[in-house]
């Protein structure tokens, strides 16, 4: 069974800083990877995929790396700003789980001014 | 493109009523839809999955007869919330994909939903 975490809970920055949060799964066969963010009470949007074949994948200041062989994942976000705060989400989608998506408990980030 | 929205974007209802609520994928066709509940401070957890026309394959613990979901057309999937409880309240949220289900799932906003 896939399982999903996300490392830190909870992380506080000021305001310009880069910042990396950290996903890791445990069955590294692997369809996709995807990166969410969630504000309170709203929906998830979605940030960046990244397909097992890939390695990474970029998206204005934010940049998602893939290693499946560790079971990691990485998304970086460059020159935080206060509207960045939210809770991100990494899911997986694998074989072990039917192709269902597995969700991480999120990293909650609030980009102090 | 890829916009799903859902409605009613929030509901409240006393228990023992029936809550139906909408998941529709607007510029695309859905093959397979899905339905998550996310309580407070909690990640999402899949409830249910459908692919258009045939039934609904309910993970582990969920009651198929008070969830009942319908997939009837290509854009267009339901939850409906038979004899709703208190602790049936929670946020609701659909996604839709395109193709199987390990293709690129995109979310509607969710249904908050509170039973009295």
């Known amino acids: 069974k896939q399982e999903v975490t996300q490392i830190p809970a909870a992380l506080s920055v000021p305001e310009g800083e880069n910042l990396v949060l950290n996903c890791s799964f445990t069955d590294s066969a692997i369809y996709n990877l995807q990166w969410f963010r969630q504000d309170p009470g709203k929906g998830l949007t979605s940030l960046l995929l990244i397909q097992s074949s890939q390695r990474e994948q970029t998206s204005g200041r934010l940049n998602a790396s893939l290693d499946k062989s560790s079971g990691r994942s990485t998304l970086y976000i460059a020159a935080s700003q206060p509207g960045d705060s939210a809770t991100y989400l990494c899911a997986v989608s694998s074989e072990t789980s039917g192709s269902r998506l597995t969700f991480g408990e999120g990293t909650q980030l609030t980009v102090n001014p | 493109g890829a916009v799903v929205s859902q409605h009613p974007s929030w509901v409240i209802c006393k228990s023992g009523t029936s809550v139906k609520i909408e998941c529709r994928s607007l510029d695309f066709q859905a093959t397979t839809m899905f339905w998550y509940r996310q309580f407070p401070k909690q990640s999402l957890m899949l409830m249910a999955t459908?692919?258009?026309?045939?039934?609904?394959?309910?993970e582990q613990g969920v009651e198929k007869d008070k969830f009942l979901i319908n997939h009837a057309s290509l854009t267009l999937s339901t939850l409906t919330v038979t004899s709703a409880h208190p602790e049936d309240s929670s946020f609701y949220i659909c996604?839709?994909?395109?193709?199987?289900?390990?293709?690129?799932?995109?979310f509607g906003p969710g249904t908050r939903l509170t039973v009295l």
């Open positions: 996604s839709a994909s395109s193709g199987p289900s390990y293709n690129e799932q995109f």
């Open positions: 459908s692919n258009e026309g045939s039934k609904a394959t309910y």
